[in-house]
């Protein structure tokens, strides 16, 4: 009896201090709120310049939000559109990739997207935008001409384009249709019997043509698969749950939500039974893997059902929803954390724009540890820790300048210009190579073309000999210096021979998608793709596969 009494007078305690806490928060806000109307009263009515309501309060709420987590967002009413096409992965416009040429300064076609308005009117990779329903485009920035190009479904105007390879000037009548970007943009057979999956969002009922790719692969003979998520940033939560729902049992839960009020708590479980619980699987996953993504792999990851591989996820561990706000105005807010089957979040540590921004991966060190279902040792925090790491090639310096840096020229996207139009047709994506013929073609353009860029060596070369002539070093070092500035000195023969390998497969991926699209890409790609080789090795090695899923207990 007195044990219950203790307890009761200890409840009692806590009640009133738990009620002078809400009494506080509500004062301060309150106080600070009629503050801040004060401060803003007084500027407007005695400032020395008028003031711009929208600015200067605006700037108020971005400072507010900015103390927040990043994905916490205010859309006023004429940016509301860019909200729903995050959400639902659909806008009206022409579909097409848009981009700037930055020696013709102009923005121009990159790449249209199969079956869509852009490519049904003939609009080929390299096209000058030169007018859009008469209204010149000269000097306008990327986004101001991806505007006019938007609109409502159904409406149409009239574009004018220059063709470079022919200098003819094009004027098409094109009509704007709801444009859903390309959530499954590739699957197919690899070597080995092995399916592959390339997915890159989970917008509103992506899982059926998903569960669709993969029956498909499976009638095929597919007896492993490798799931791409490198690209997916993410989407709709019951998408992602019922993906993953594809590969585990019913009733399994996949994650749970967990907010400061009771409706932002959830827990999503697996629903049906599964198409496959048993065939092997690898995820690919990288730095651009999030939210969404994170839950799925995750989810397999704790379940012991696929290895994941390639190099750590985003660390997105947050979950938002979005509200009306006043004069059609739209808020994202963040309103719970997720916790993945063995009850980890992937979220950083830190999140804050105030702690000097966001931080994705954070030590092994100040983590905690989770296991699988099969025992295996887990961390929360920074996102999913690949069971098998692999690091991508790394993209070489020069091939950044090439591919359309400031000081590039162009002279890359000119050359895929005049490679596409001498050639009406070229062979199957996945065997399209460039011959070394073309290639000595494209070096003798780079070189004609006087061609520059900013060698990582000699910035640190530069650095190195200021810090030395700053500390007294220099003039005792100096002929190791000038030794050293010859044979870092720039030639571009030599670093286009160099990395002529992954020079090649840009070219040719570019090449590729003026006549494949976005699945002839990827199909190309996949010829030199280490991680993906990666992946099919592993599950045609059914004993390595073994080990790393399940390994001995010592």
Known sequence: MKKVLVSLLMALLVVPSIAQTDKDHDFKMAKNMDIFNAIYKNLDLMYVDTLDAEEVVGNGVKAMLGSLDPYTTYYPEEKVNELKNMLTGKYAGVGAVVRYNFQLQRVCISEPYANMPAAEVGLKKGDIILSIDDEDMTNKEVSYVSD??????GSSFMLKVKRPSTGKILKVKVTRRTIQMPFLPYYGMMEGGIGYINFNSFTDNCA???????????????KGLVFDLRSNGGGSVSEAVSIVNMFLPKGKTVLKMKGRLQRSNNEYKTTVEPVDSVMPMVVL????????????????QDYDRAIILGTRTYGKGLVQTTMDLPYNGQMKLTTAKYYIPSGRCVQALNYKHAK???????????????YTAGGREVRDGGG??????????????????LAGA????????????????????????????????????????????DFKYDRETEKYLKDLEKLAKFEGYYEDARP??????????????KDLDFNKDYIKQLLENDIVAAYYFQAGAIQNSLRYDKQVKAAVNLLNSPEEYGKILHPVKK
């Open 148 to 153: 006019h190009l938007r609109g409502e479904p």
């Open 208 to 222: 059926k043509d998903v569960r669709r790719a993969f029956i498909d692969l499976k009638k095929q003979g597919a």
């Open 285 to 300: 996953v990288s730095g651009n893997t999030a939210s969404s993504s994170e839950i799925m792999s995750g989810s397999l």
């Open 356 to 370: 000097g921004g966001y931080v994705e991966h954070v030590p092994d060190s100040l983590t905690k540890v989770f």
């Open 384 to 401: 999913v820790k690949p069971d098998v790491e692999v690091k991508p090639d790394s993209l070489p310096n020069i091939a950044f300048y």
């Open 406 to 449: 400031r000081d590039s020229n162009e002279v890359m996207l000119n050359y895929e210009v005049d490679y596409i139009a001498k050639h009406p047709t070229i062979a199957p994506a996945k065997d399209f190579a460039l011959t070394d013929a073309d290639y000595d073609e494209f070096k003798s353009r780079v070189l004609k073309a």
């Open 480 to 493: 190791e210096f000038e030794a050293l500035k010859k044979k870092l000195s720039h030639n571009v023969a």
